[in-house]
């Protein structure tokens, strides 16, 4: 390996030109100094170059899972009359790109506000159905697909956040397309497999796990199988995800600004990768 | 200085250990060969320990501005009924820690929803007159304690989002003493100065301002003249941001989830500081 001197010249150079404000001098220090002390993990996002906005415009034309209603924005300060222009919105929890707490499946579960900060800065990992969702939207998300995924980048990292893209989010102006019922009203949306959400519940220490479609489980599925294996475990989901597309399978880092009302079972959410 | 070989083997021992992946390729890249072409300056956040959250939990007992309403939550599907648990939640805009977005004064003004999301991610510069503040409810951000920050910590960069910390988020669980009104129901709370405001609006770059207060104004000042300020010059603010004493005067980046509701002229936040 390169002396530490050699490692603290090129930090200097670097340094002085601005360029790794990234790394602070804690992260050169144990990077030249392995055997070091650290009391906790560095948790360091990738430099980057974009911010993804991985949130649709909520509005009350969004497809919104049966049961919920759209969001209403009400018009209650203008201008000319207040000297300010203010709304007041009203959401059902589980509308427009929002978290599912633990609580929202599994009584005493973890309510939004009490989800630990740290969880939602996250490596996220992006696994990608869509070829296959473009032909059958009954498609699932697989043990083997998880396992192709490590095959190609790497086991999945403690704290890492995992996404489902099936590219359903380029349905989200014809709510119709979106949740793709049949002529007896089932649903027709890709989703996370009983035995993939298990494994990621049960085998891996993930955060959280999201997708482009209005649900953790598949159109079609029975009894809320991946919503209960996730959030039993104790992980939050992200559903309504948009423009995950933009983003690479691994190597982002997705922020979740989640909600934090008391006592929320969910709520919207803004989240970004960076890219 | 090192040559592109140095540094690239440096990366290469660093990166093995994963030490350094805070640095894309890209970032080293740039660093190696300073006067390569750019498309767009890179954007680093620091390497960072700590996920400081600056959001107040959203509940019915925070202190509101006047003519705002507490927030409302209220269940409306439960496990045993239903078989998931899920509130409807109503909020003024202006309420919790949360956004103002130019519109919320300015007509024509950029609402939440068309603010570019790489403003939500921004160097957190934090200016702190709380010891002042101990002692005088109405004492300001001056253009003096921005001059003195400058000093200290170097100019305020482009894409800057600059925050006042006065003390006041230690006051949030006694709505009264928040609010601070006298015998004549004027509040006494600190804020931005015109003249800071100004400054801050058209001397430099920056994205957005924050408060842990309710308003970007302090409570006795006439006209909303540090909101206009601002809001005119397209910056967003933030108010009544949390733990801003757990963050330093420099060198954090803050992560703001704003709120993404279309036509929104404000709205709660996520906000952290990744220290």
Redesign the interface.
């Known amino acids: 390996?390169?002396a530490p001197v050699?490692?603290e010249?090129?930090r200097r150079?670097?340094s002085r030109?601005g360029?790794?404000?990234?790394?602070?001098a804690?992260?050169i220090a144990?990077?030249a100094a392995?055997g070091a002390a650290q009391e906790?993990p560095?948790?360091?996002?990738?430099?980057?170059?974009?911010?993804?906005?991985l949130?649709?415009?909520?509005?009350?034309r969004l497809p919104v899972f049966p049961?919920?209603s759209p969001?209403r924005?009400r018009q209650?300060?203008t201008?000319p009359k207040?000297?300010?222009?203010?709304?007041?919105?009203?959401?059902?929890?589980?509308t427009?790109?929002h978290m599912d707490a633990p609580?929202?499946?599994i009584?005493n579960g973890s309510t939004v506000?009490r989800i630990p900060?740290?969880r939602?800065?996250a490596p996220l990992a992006v696994i990608s159905i869509e070829p296959r969702a473009a032909k059958d939207a009954d498609t699932l998300v697989t043990a083997d697909d998880i396992a192709a995924w490590e095959k190609r980048w790497g086991r999945l990292s403690a704290g890492a956040f995992v996404a489902m893209h099936c590219g359903w989010d380029a349905r989200i102006g014809a709510p119709d397309r979106f949740l793709n019922r049949d002529a007896k009203g089932t649903m027709h949306i890709p989703g996370f497999s009983e035995e993939a959400a298990r494994f990621l519940a049960r085998q891996r220490d993930i955060v959280g796990v999201g997708v482009d479609t209005l649900s953790l489980d598949a159109g079609a599925a029975p009894k809320?199988v991946a919503h209960l294996e996730l959030l039993g475990a104790g992980k939050y989901g992200v559903e309504l995800l948009a423009n995950l597309a933009r983003v690479p399978p691994a190597?982002a880092t997705i922020?979740?600004?989640?909600?934090?009302?008391?006592?929320?079972?969910?709520?919207?959410?803004?989240?970004?990768a960076?890219v």
């Open positions: 390996m390169c050699v490692v010249s090129v150079e670097l030109r360029f790794l404000t990234a790394v602070g804690a992260g144990a990077a392995p906790k560095l948790r360091l996002p990738k430099g980057f170059r974009d911010v993804v906005d949130t649709h415009t909520f509005s009350p049961s919920f969001v924005i209650r300060f201008i207040d000297g300010f222009f203010a709304n007041e919105v009203t959401f059902d929890e589980h427009g790109t609580v929202h499946f009584a506000d900060a740290d939602f800065v809320f190597g922020v979740i600004g989640g909600p934090k009302h008391e006592g929320g079972s969910g709520g919207p959410v803004r989240a970004f960076l």
